[in-house]
């Protein structure tokens, strides 16, 4: 069964610290996403990946940076997190532009940074 | 650029009355349209698309949605509201480019007995 599995679910951390967020998929897809929703905005794209080795910014990007170092894998780091990256974080997966294809999405990581 | 508008933040409806929620979308060209569903805590789910055909596009649950070219909306649509449809609904659109979505800021939707 398709899926996409985020880790960890919830976390608190520091001011300053750096928080490291996971997404895994197992179903072959090329495209990866992270979004983060906030009340009001719905959700909005930080950044995405074409395949392995590849990352592209998107809306929302400044104090993020992500890597994708496998097909399976994309991480989303914030190198020195601030209260305004409190949020809840998506990560989805997807192959290309497609009616048969829709993003599939993880069940987020809720993200607290004290 | 391209932008999708969800001009309701909450929706109340009593179970058995029908619903619809708005969305419009601006962009050039015809976009991939989609609605997505999101239940506490959890992540979303996909409930219908649309790019070409039939404007009137079935999705699961009994929900439908209605796209306008002229109106740049894609509307969803039930005939019948049940409890558990109260959720936290998402409009989406994608262009071309590696389905990349962007989206409204949502509906809450709460069903009342």
């Known amino acids: 069964e398709a899926a996409v599995t985020q880790s960890p679910r919830n976390k608190v951390a520091v001011t300053g610290g750096k928080v490291t967020l996971s997404c895994n998929q197992t179903?072959?897809?090329?495209?990866m996403y992270w979004y983060r929703q906030d009340t009001g905005h719905g959700l909005r794209l930080i950044h995405y990946?074409?395949?392995?080795?590849?990352?592209e910014k998107g809306d929302i990007p400044d104090g993020y940076k992500a890597s994708r170092p496998s097909q399976e894998n994309f991480s989303l780091i914030l190198e020195l997190a601030t209260p305004s990256q409190t949020s809840v974080y998506f990560c989805?997966?997807?192959?290309?532009?497609?009616?048969?294809?829709?993003?599939?999405f993880g069940e987020g990581t809720r993200l607290s940074v004290l | 650029a391209q932008s999708v508008t969800q001009p309701d933040a909450r929706v109340t409806v009593s179970e058995g009355a029908s619903l619809q929620l708005r969305c419009k979308y601006s962009?050039?060209?015809?976009?991939?349209l989609f609605w997505y569903v999101q239940y506490p805590r959890q992540g979303l789910q996909l409930l219908l698309k649309?790019?070409?055909?039939?404007?009137v596009v079935q999705g699961v649950n009994s929900f439908e949605a209605e796209f306008s070219k002229s109106n740049s909306s894609f509307h969803l649509q039930k005939a019948s509201v049940h409890w558990s449809d109260s959720a936290v609904y998402f409009c989406?659109?994608?262009?071309?480019?590696?389905?990349?979505?962007?989206f409204g800021s949502g509906t809450k939707l709460t069903v009342e007995p």
């Open positions: 989406a659109l994608s262009m071309s480019n590696y389905n990349v979505l962007y």
């Open positions: 649309y790019y070409s055909g039939d404007p």
């Open positions: 962009y050039s060209a015809t976009p991939y």
């Open positions: 990946s074409y395949g392995a080795g590849s990352t």
């Open positions: 179903n072959n897809h090329n495209n």
């Open positions: 989805a997966s997807g192959d290309q532009a497609g009616i048969n294809q829709a993003p599939l």
